[in-house]
T-cell receptor
Framework: GDSVTQTEGQVALSEEDFLTIHCNYS??????LFWYVQYPGEGPQFLFR?????EKGSSRGFEATYNKETTSFHLQKASVQESDSAVYYC????????????FGTGTLLSVKP | EAAVTQSPRNKVTVTGGNVTLSCRQT?????MYWYRQDTGHGLRLIHY???????QIGDVPDGYKATRTTQEDFFLLLELASPSQTSLYFC???????????FGAGTRLSVL
């Protein structure tokens, strides 16, 4: 079945470091791919999406490029801030109608000042 | 900004207890969802709905019922709660099948 894999459970960085969180997917066709962010005590929030091969999604300084060849959608940010500390979820849309999302297991990002 | 409100925010019950989690969205979205969030599993879809009176089964439906009474209200029912259902539950809504999901703040349920 369709699935999303996030290899890093936790990432610890200092402010101004470069961030990469890896996301790989398994699905047929061209599923829409998403990144959501969850701050402590809140529900997940949509960050951005991409729907086609080589399409780049971006928001708030974060970006990811849809790569059909490597089945990846890695999240990157050039310079993280303490306020970026949160859990980041990669997700894909499956099942045609219904907008059902499969989420990865999440990556906890901790940024030290 | 879409508003999704869940109640209660916290709930404790005993094994075999009867629990109802409530969700209301105020943006006239057609789709509503119930997810559970567990460490090591991320978010998993329990049930979802296309509109009032409609119910669709998600990926982890066992032990859960749901009902969509109006376009605004979606309820998750645990009729015989078990400790394995201890989790953080999120409700979400979206305008249509390709739109962004908007999540509520979650309900933390403990089954003792």
């Amino acid at each position: 079945g369709d699935s999303v894999t996030q290899t890093e459970g936790q990432v610890a960085l200092s402010e101004e470091d470069f961030l990469t969180i890896h996301c790989n997917y398994s699905a047929s066709g061209y599923p829409a791919l998403f990144w959501y962010v969850q701050y402590p005590g809140e529900g997940p929030q949509f960050l951005f999406r991409a729907s086609r091969d080589k399409e780049k999604g971006s928001s708030r300084g974060f970006e990811a490029t849809y790569n059909k060849e490597t089945t990846s959608f890695h999240l990157q940010k050039a310079s993280v801030q303490e306020s970026d500390s949160a859990v980041y979820y990669c997700a894909l849309n499956y099942g045609g109608s219904g907008n059902k999302l499969i989420f990865g297991t999440g990556t906890l990002l901790s940024v030290k000042p | 900004e879409a508003a999704v409100t869940q109640s209660p925010r916290n709930k404790v019950t005993v094994t075999g207890g009867n629990v109802t989690l409530s969700c209301r969205q105020t943006n006239s979205h057609n789709y509503m969802y119930w997810y559970r969030q567990d460490t090591g599993h991320g978010l998993r879809l329990i049930h979802y709905s296309y509109g009032a009176g409609n119910l669709q089964i998600g990926d982890v439906p066992d032990g859960y019922k749901a009902t969509r009474t109006t376009q605004e209200d979606f309820f998750l029912l645990l009729e015989l709660a078990s400790p394995s259902q201890t989790s953080l539950y999120f409700c979400a809504s979206s305008a249509d099948s390709q739109n962004t999901l908007y999540f509520g703040a979650g309900t933390r349920l403990s089954v003792l």
